[in-house]
Every structure is written in structure tokens, then in C-alpha cells.
T-cell receptor, first 117, second 111 residues
């Protein structure tokens, strides 16, 4: 099956620093990647959708300048949390979807747990 | 306003019990509904349902979609402790790529 990796799986940083999270599709080309955020005991909240080679589409209420998304290739998307603050601490999950109407399933990465001190 | 609602929010059962999880939706331009199982990390895919009335089955899990009444159910028979997880349903719209997730049902299976 399709495999999506995320790196790092855990990150602890000081307030004010920036953190980059990578999402890679290992055995397929992902024309679209999605970034989600999940708080404890809550469902996944879609943050943004990124298509390879174009600007990401952010959901309402998600700050573009705060959460920078780059989808530079068909196998890699990055999420950079800029000037992180404790309220940004969360579980961030990416998912990837290959092209074509028939391939609707999203494949999720293992997630990255961010703790901002 | 589009919404996806799951019930119950949480459920505790004994091993061997059968459970039914519900997902109802009110969305425009519905395309597909998907079920995921989430344990400690990211969700894993269970089923995708597009057509009404066709049951999908995988081992002890099965799911069906009712597009007239706008809901889906996920059944788990002969539950095991390994079934303990949060079960998420997500709706895919006809236009666009986004999935909208329901609130999730937290299932705990006790020995």
C-alpha cells in the first residue's frame, strides 16, 4: 500500500523559533497533500491543501504567514511553523493523495507531535 | 453549513460484543464517505463508500452507506481489545480535494 512518512515524529522547541515538518510520499507521486492539526481527544482539523508547484490553499482561520507550506515536488511537502508559541503545540498530520478521480483515498503520515516551551 | 457528526462520542464494550458506530452528514455535493481507525498516531484507512446500500466488508468490520438518509454505519463484530481506537468518518466533496472529518467515536474494548 501507499506509504507516507513524516519527519520529525517529535519536536520540542523554544518559543519564538521556527519548526519545519516534512511529509513524503514514499512509493507514489502525490499531486495533492493535506496538512491537519489535531488537539487531544478531538478530530482532525484541515489546515491547508497543497498542490505540487502551486500555492497552498488555507482553510479559514489558519494564518498563512504562521504556517508556511511548500509542495516543491510530487513526493515532498513541508510545513513550517514560524515563530512558534506554546499554543501551537499540537499533533500535526499530513496526508497525500495521488492524481486522478479514481484515487480518492488519502494516505496519512504517522504525524508529528510539536511541543513549544 | 456542511457538517459531519458521529455518534456515540465514546463507547465502552466487553470483548466479544458487537458495536455499531454512526456517521451522519449534511453536505452539499457529496461524493464519498470514508472510515478511518486512529490509534496512537495517524489514521489508517478502513473503507470508502460511494454507492448506497452496498456493504463493504473486511474481516470483522463492515460498513454501509445510505445516501437517502445521509448516514453510514460501521459495524464491528466479536470485538477485541485491539479494536480500541478512535474511529473517524470523513466526507469527500464532489468539487475539490478536501475531506471533512467527523468528531470521531472513541471505542474502548475491555477484556
Amino acid at each position: 500500500g501507499a506509504v507516507v512518512s513524516q519527519h520529525p515524529s517529535w519536536v520540542i522547541c523554544k518559543s519564538g523559533t521556527s519548526v519545519k515538518i516534512e511529509c513524503r510520499s514514499l512509493d507514489f507521486q502525490a499531486t495533492t497533500m493535506f496538512w491537519y492539526r489535531q488537539f487531544p481527544k478531538q478530530s482532525l482539523m484541515l489546515m491547508a491543501t497543497s498542490n505540487e508547484g502551486s500555492k497552498a490553499t488555507y482553510e479559514q482561520g489558519v494564518e498563512k504567514d504562521k504556517f508556511l507550506i511548500n509542495h516543491a515536488s510530487l513526493t515532498l511537502s513541508t510545513l513550517t511553523v514560524t515563530s512558534a508559541h506554546p499554543e501551537d503545540s499540537s499533533f500535526y498530520i499530513c496526508s497525500a493523495r495521488s492524481g486522478g478521480r479514481a484515487r480518492e483515498t488519502q494516505y496519512f503520515g504517522p504525524g508529528t507531535r510539536l511541543l513549544v516551551l | 453549513e456542511d457538517k459531519v457528526v458521529q455518534s456515540p462520542l465514546s463507547l465502552v464494550v466487553h470483548e466479544g460484543d458487537t458495536v455499531t458506530l454512526n456517521c451522519s452528514y449534511e453536505v452539499t455535493n457529496f461524493r464519498s464517505l470514508l472510515w478511518y481507525k486512529q490509534e496512537k498516531k495517524a489514521p489508517t484507512f478502513l473503507f470508502m463508500l460511494t454507492s448506497s446500500g452496498i456493504e463493504k466488508k473486511s474481516g470483522r468490520l463492515s460498513s454501509i452507506l445510505d445516501k437517502k438518509e445521509l448516514f453510514s454505519i460501521l459495524n464491528i463484530t466479536a470485538t477485541q481489545t485491539g479494536d480500541s481506537a478512535v474511529y473517524l468518518c470523513a466526507v469527500l466533496f464532489h468539487f475539490g480535494n478536501q475531506f471533512y472529518f467527523g468528531t470521531g467515536t472513541s471505542l474502548t474494548v475491555i477484556p
